[in-house]
């Protein structure tokens, strides 16, 4: 394994290409990407940062986070507030994530898409209006402990940061998550089932991973 240092500028230009060239792509083929990692790692600001990229080069774009998808809290709570355990295994809403997002844009699916689904700080609906994915349109997908669940992406990125740098980076009020991602690294390796990985110790230096 190598690690290849590169500048942010230069990492979202190569996503954007990879992406906006991706084989799957073709024909009006609609691409589903995963922007991986811990809230410590930003991977919502990954995603939202290939989005202009993506449409200078012609692909509408539709950004959705895993986070407006997650269970209620009658079931994401069942075991409290810090249970590490079930914010590894429940917290997210697979099956919505599936019906509401990623099924539609198979090929020969509606191609509608719901946006978000539940605001998990007031535990209600967001009423969101279903919308449309162009042909040829490409949607970014951010969140943590996506990879391994056997969701469909047509390419997944991997923001990896090593358990010093998890752990100084994310707030005290939320380290109680910490086994939760030293298990998802343990039992699902998201580093090696990742398309690409992106060592994000420092979000001004990252590193490209290369096998």
Known sequence: ?????????????????????????TDGRRLRIAID??????????ADSLVEPLRLRGRPVLRVSAGDFLRPASLRLEYGRHDP?????????????LREVLDPLEPGGSAR????????????STRAPYTELPPGGVLLLDGALLIGRWL???????????PAALARRTPPQERWTLPAFAR??????????????VRADDPRHPALVLP
């Open 152 to 162: 469909p992406f047509e390419l997944t990125v991997h923001l990896a940061l090593t």
């Open 85 to 97: 355990d079930a914010y590894h295994d429940l917290w997210l809403d697979d099956g919505a994530l």
């Open 37 to 46: 990692g811990a809230p410590a790692a930003r991977p919502g600001e990954l």
């Open 184 to 197: 998802y690294e343990a039992e699902t390796g998201p580093s090696e089932l990742a398309d690409l990985t």
């Open 113 to 124: 898409v719901l946006p978000s689904l539940r605001d998990a700080a007031t535990d209600r």
């Open 1 to 25: 394994m190598q690690v290849r240092p590169i500048s942010p500028e230069r990492l979202i230009d190569l996503l954007a290409e990879r992406i906006d060239t991706h084989p799957a792509g």
